[in-house]
């Protein structure tokens, strides 16, 4: 079988195969194919980050407007919603990224890939097969995939895709997990009229983020009407007539979850309790690699692996950047040259778009002491900027800082309350800056404006940490 060839291919098309793509290529001689058996685009645009948004961002207008006087209430109009969702992802349609790609010089090839020998691609379509090969190198971005384990296969569940998905909303869900699909799915299901039941293994919402961030969470969700089961695990899973509807639709007859509280019935069930990558039928064992290899980033030079199928967090914004990352190391050694890179990792932001919104960046509290730094904190209400204040009349949440002791460095930051996601990268920048706090208190944030939220912070730190410290 004759072999296209390429300097640059990359296995799948989301937001991290295409930026690979992209920064491999761009401004070289050298051409670049992306794989993509599903729409180009992938996950996020279509089933993740686009759509989840789209359905909370007027949920949360619906909130402030409850809750400012001198404006009339908004209510969520579910239809509306449902319809803005669509044309956020395009109505399912990828031309626009085709489109992108064209405009890009990369070539888009419709199909699954499977690796078949070093830097060779075999493509299986519809039309057929047909091998691609790389002269510089092959990207694995197949991204991930909803962990659904033994126990709910055969009852066909909901997963990520099914609830940004929705079409037929169910009356009673159970959604079982605590982590950010679930809360975020809980808000935007109960807006859209769904009795939502989170059932929740551990002991708090939203585990990898500081505790009084879940609980605040916590607090609004059952404001809103959603029962949060804590430390119940599901013990077995059954359901009548399951049937592969299609995406969004109810997958049959009644759910009954067995639990450690008990037994719970509904509608549908969503299973939110994680991703893993796709790594799955790839042909790794052709070059005598394994999905650990993949993972653990023990790759020959010519193979890389960039966004959620590389292990690491399964975000949209991290696979991004390693992508960035991917692509200029490869433009660089076609040249001959080493690409530049920071020294350090860089930190890792989440938002979590839930009511109140959550972020952070970088370690908690905890994970700060466990790394065996002496640890000084500072947190204040959210509202005690007066920018914050005015944005609503009732602003929730409390907002924190992680600070080093001995070298007066940002360890982490988290903020719970309005424009809590609009606050997170500054301190993103200053972790990856290493600028510390007694420099930070000179970047003067403007008045009245929910950034000034940073200097209520900072003024609330020991007086001795306004000064370097001490040689």
């Known amino acids: ?45 279509y089933w993740a980050c686009m759509p989840s948004k789209a359905l909370l961002r007027p949920v949360a207008v619906s909130g402030v407007t409850a809750d400012l006087p001198g404006v009339s209430t908004a209510h969520v109009a579910p239809k509306a919603l449902l319809e803005r969702r ?40 519809a039309d057929g097969d047909r091998l691609v090969r790389a002269r510089e190198a092959v990207v694995i971005a197949t991204g991930s995939a909803a962990h659904v384990p033994e126990p709910y296969v055969d009852v066909l569940p ?24 679930a809360c975020e799915a809980a808000t935007w299901m109960s807006a859209l009229g769904s009795e939502v039941t989170l059932v929740v293994r551990g002991p ?3 585990g990898r983020a500081e505790p009084f961030a879940g609980q605040a969470v916590l607090e609004r969700l059952r404001e809103r009407g959603v029962r949060v089961l804590l430390g119940t695990s599901v013990e077995s899973v059954r359901r009548q007539d399951a049937e592969a ?23 549908e069930v969503l299973l939110a309790i994680g991703r893993q ?18 993972t653990s980033g023990r790759l020959p030079e010519w193979l890389h692996v960039v966004g959620d199928a590389s292990g690491g967090p399964p975000l949209t914004h991290w696979g991004k950047h390693q992508a960035r990352l991917v692509g200029a190391r490869i433009a660089a ?19 979590v778009f839930t009511e109140p919104e959550v972020a ?60 809590a996601g609009e606050l997170v990268h500054a301190a993103t920048v200053a972790i990856t800056g290493g600028v510390p706090v007694h420099v930070l208190r000179h970047a003067v944030a403007s008045f009245p404006t929910a950034s000034e939220l940073w200097l209520r912070l900072l003024e609330e730190l020991p007086r001795e940490m306004r000064t370097p410290p001490p040689d």
């Open 333 to 351: 050694a076609a040249a001959g040259e080493v690409a530049w890179e920071p020294d350090r990792e860089a930190p890792v932001p989440q938002v």
């Open 204 to 206: 708090r919402l939203l």
């Open 360 to 419: 952070y960046v970088g370690m908690t509290e905890a994970q700060a002491r466990d790394a065996g730094h002496d640890v000084v904190l500072t947190r204040v209400p959210t509202s005690s900027a007066a920018g914050t204040s005015l944005l609503r009349d009732h602003v929730t949440g409390e907002s924190q800082l992680v600070v080093d002791a001995r070298s007066r460095l940002l360890l982490g930051a988290t903020f719970v309350g309005v424009e």
């Open 158 to 181: 909901w997963d990520s895709r099914d609830a940004t998905g929705v079409v037929e909303v169910p009356d009673r869900l159970l959604v079982v997990g605590g982590g950010v699909v």
């Open 1 to 45: 079988m004759d072999a296209q060839e390429h300097d640059v291919v990359v296995i799948g098309g989301g937001p991290a195969g295409e930026n690979a793509a992209q920064y491999a290529v761009e401004g070289t001689p050298m051409t670049a194919a992306i794989i993509e058996g599903e729409l180009l685009g992938g996950e996020c645009s």
């Open 86 to 125: 669509d044309t956020w992802v395009s109505h399912y349609d990828d031309s626009g990224q085709q489109q992108w790609a064209d405009g890009a010089g990369i070539a888009v090839l419709r199909g699954t890939g499977v690796l078949v020998g070093e830097r060779t691609v075999r493509v299986t379509s």
């Open 245 to 267: 509807t299609g995406t969004g639709r109810i997958h049959g007859g009644p759910v009954t979850l067995t639990t450690s509280g008990g037994d719970l019935e509904a509608d």
């Open 277 to 294: 990558p796709r790594l799955d039928d790839l042909g790794l064992s052709s070059v005598d690699l394994s999905a650990d290899d993949v």
